[in-house]
């Protein structure tokens, strides 16, 4: 997840310094993958910079200053316009998976192959990520099940993909 | 010579219908306490396997030891005791008798093997409140959801400590929220129990349970990473 509008959203809910908001992220989208400070700072500026946020105030209490950051209307207003837009499909066209196998078709190198790895390495996540969801709260639960049905739905592919690997090799080939 | 931990060891299995071969030299082997998705396209051969673990099938060659005795050799009758003593069986639609309640469903293994009503049902009740159904205990079968009606049918299959679970397609009817949970709580309770569980299905998510994955192509054990 792009992580910079995300943490606009975040500042609407009240102002904050850089490292509360990374708490706040972290808390509610980290599920082990935390933010590093410098994205967060470098979005802050940006926000800063494109008027979406300002600095209402300056801290130090004896060590390194710490900026205070508000939103703005205009960052609002792209907060109200990001929730509202659906996220695009992805195409799978532009699946690297889907490259792989063709380039090896293309190239007599074995596409089964390819899918049999990557299969592997999806059936691996996926009990990982099942192991994980027994103590899961709600939030990381869902999390957890929305990569889960996407592996499971890559799976579907890799399987529907090995049926179809003969015919494939006649449409790269000819093309 | 299976080791201590192998509760079931299968070596060599195959199996035609007239011409047609379902299995072809599978090995297959489960141990204590470990789960096993078997996984395969229609036709590949899961159920047959099933079956012959089971002792409803004879392979027609290779061997099967449970609990290190030769199963497959034996006549129908001391199949048939094998598995009402030491497997428990979860069908997709669970095969609970309607007529009776989730209680009487879930006791009638241990009575079949002779144990008491009063204890029967002390075990039953355990199982059912493990599995998160005792509170409609004493709801006919035929008048509960399919979750619960599930749910009932893994405590059916667990009631009587059997050494070996084996699950066809058990989540099959259910949604994933309902599979999720019914799964974990088969495996947790199987887990705790010692017991070995094959869950064959063609579902990832439910594969993804399993510690171990088999795969089953054309009667053949192929590799887990094989497309199916």
């Known amino acids: 997840m792009p992580p910079s509008t995300t943490l606009l959203a975040l500042l609407e809910q009240e102002p904050a310094y850089g490292y509360t908001l990374k708490r706040r992220y972290d808390e509610h989208f980290g599920f082990g993958h935390r933010l590093a400070f410098g994205q967060v700072y470098a979005a802050l500026s940006s926000f800063d910079r ?3 946020a300002e600095v209402i105030g300056v801290d130090s209490d004896g060590g390194p200053s710490r900026k205070r950051y508000r939103i703005t209307p205009e960052g609002s207003t792209v907060v109200e316009r990001w929730i ?4 695009p499909a992805s195409s799978y066209t532009s699946s690297t998976l889907f490259a792989k196998v063709s380039v090896a078709l293309m190239s007599g190198r074995a596409a ?5 790895i990557q299969r592997q390495a999806h059936l691996e996540r996926m009990r990982a990520l099942t192991k994980r969801r027994r103590t899961a709260e709600t939030a990381e639960l869902l999390a957890l099940t929305f990569e889960l049905n996407h592996l499971d739905a890559d799976l579907r592919w890799i399987e529907e993909a090995g049926l179809r690997l003969a015919d494939l090799k006649r449409v790269v080939l000819d093309a | 010579m299976p080791d201590q ?7 060599g299995l195959s199996l035609a219908y007239g011409d047609t071969p379902a299995l072809i030299d599978v090995d297959i082997s489960l141990r204590a306490g470990e789960s096993v998705a078997l996984m395969g396209p229609s036709g590949s051969g899961k159920s047959s396997l099933l079956h012959c673990i089971a002792g409803v099938l004879v392979p027609d060659s290779g061997g099967i030891t449970a609990l290190g005795q030769r199963i497959d050799t ?3 009758a001391a199949r048939s005791a094998f598995r009402l003593e030491k497997l428990g069986m979860v069908f997709q639609f669970g095969n609970l008798i309607p007529e009776l309640t989730l209680l009487e469903n879930v006791m009638l293994p241990l009575q079949l093997l002779g144990t008491s009503a009063k204890h029967a049902s002390a075990r039953a009740h355990e199982l059912l409140e493990a599995l998160d159904v005792d509170a409609v205990s004493d709801r006919r079968a ?3 959801s399919g979750g619960q009606s599930q749910r009932a049918a893994v405590a059916r299959a667990l009631v009587h400590r059997p050494a070996v679970l084996l699950a066809d397609e058990p989540t099959g009817a259910l949604d994933t929220v309902s599979s999720d949970k019914v799964l974990d709580a088969m495996l947790l309770l199987a887990e705790e129990l010692g017991s070995a569980v ?3 299905t063609h579902e990832n998510r439910v594969s993804a349970h ?9 009667g053949r054990v192929s590799s887990p990473a094989a497309v199916l």
Request: hydrophobic fraction near 45%; charge should be negative.
């Open chain 1, 84 to 87: 509202a837009t659906p996220e």
């Open chain 2, 5 to 11: 931990y192998t509760l079931l060891q299968a070596r």
């Open chain 2, 142 to 144: 035929g008048a509960v």
């Open chain 1, 112 to 116: 089964n192959d390819v899918l049999a």
């Open chain 1, 50 to 52: 494109n008027g979406y």
């Open chain 2, 198 to 200: 094959l869950v064959v």
């Open chain 2, 210 to 218: 399993c510690e171990r994955l088999v795969t089953l192509r054309d």
């Open chain 2, 74 to 76: 034996l006549g129908e």
